[in-house]
């Protein structure tokens, strides 16, 4: 609907910058057409009301070259012809067909356009044949030609700019478009993967801590881990790596929180923050945001041990995360999508990202600069 109101907005405006320009070439054409035309060709026939009258409809017809280019190109040519055709001298009426042509080059598909141009020019080039001038018979088929030529050859030269800007712009949008679900998509791959894996952790630690429950709540459990596990290996296989988001509003003050609640799935979590500046960013604290909570996420998924340390730094130019991990080094699956996605983040706003096992288990370290001071 608001594309659709938009179009016709323009459709409007164009409509009446085409009435404007024919009343205003009309009004200028039509009455020195008939004052001067006779001075400079006395020796054709003189001007009267028949010649004036077929000027003025030649440009007023112009009012809709963009609503009908065609039937505009048609009764314009057809104007100048009889116009010619009573040898009135040569003069402005020749400007409308080159306004009429020009129009339908720059505004109608090339080859319906070519076709309609060609024949309004063999139309319009029978009257050399007929009006008394030097230029008369064969030799005036060239001069008569470029008022159709020069202005199609304009009128193709705009369409196809025109054309390759709109395609730079679709596909600007395109890419926009495509970047706001990508975004959407690893929000729900870094929120719906945290909860998941914190419910497949709770499941498993219920699972070891009591053996003796019933063997339904056994089944229960097991397949709350199960399922959790497979969600979480769906949801990851059907998601790109993709673009970080801006529009969360989750940032350094939300850090303590998130790690809180890593603690109550089951994560035996030190965190060490220092905040030495007041400096705040949003984008940088998203970002830092999200890389913690996917660093502990693959500590429940894939780490040996649940088990970490965290040391956030805030200092003037960026964010500084190290989150350690004690025991076996994860398993590949651990260093795919996660990581990945976390890579781009840190380096998508200037900073460093590294990751890897350790002689004591798995680190992930980045550096968050603040926007433009990367």
Known sequence: MTVDKSDERIRRRQFR??????????????????LLADDWAPNDRPVDLSATILVALAFLVLALRRRAPLVTLGIVAISCTLYLWASYPY?????????????????????????????AMAVLLTHVFVHPTALGGWLGLIPGAAWAVVPFAIGVSI?????????????????HLHNERMQLAQEVHDVVGHGLAAIQLQADIA????????PRTREALKAISDASKA????????LEVIQPSQSSQRGIDDIEGLCERMRNAGVDLVLT????????DEQAGLVAYR????ALTNVIRHGAIPRATATVDVDDEAIHIRVTNPGTAPTPAGSGRGLSGMKRRVEGLGGGFQSGPTE????????IPYVGAA
């Open 17 to 34: 910058f085409d009435v404007c320009l024919a009343v205003v070439l009309g009004g200028i054409f039509v009455p020195v057409t008939a």
């Open 91 to 119: 003069g402005p009426v020749l400007g409308a067909f080159f306004v009429a042509v020009y129009t339908v080059a720059a505004w109608v598909p090339f080859r319906t356009a070519a076709l309609v141009t060609g024949l």
């Open 159 to 175: 369409r196809t700019s025109r054309q390759a800007r709109w395609a730079a712009q679709d596909e600007t949008l395109r890419r």
């Open 207 to 214: 699972l070891h801590v009591d053996e003796d429950q019933p």
């Open 231 to 238: 969600a979480f290996a769906e949801l990851a296989s059907t």
């Open 273 to 280: 923050f220092t905040q030495r500046s007041k400096m705040r």
């Open 291 to 294: 890389v913690l909570q996917e």
């Open 360 to 367: 004591s288990g798995f680190v992930v370290e980045a550096r």
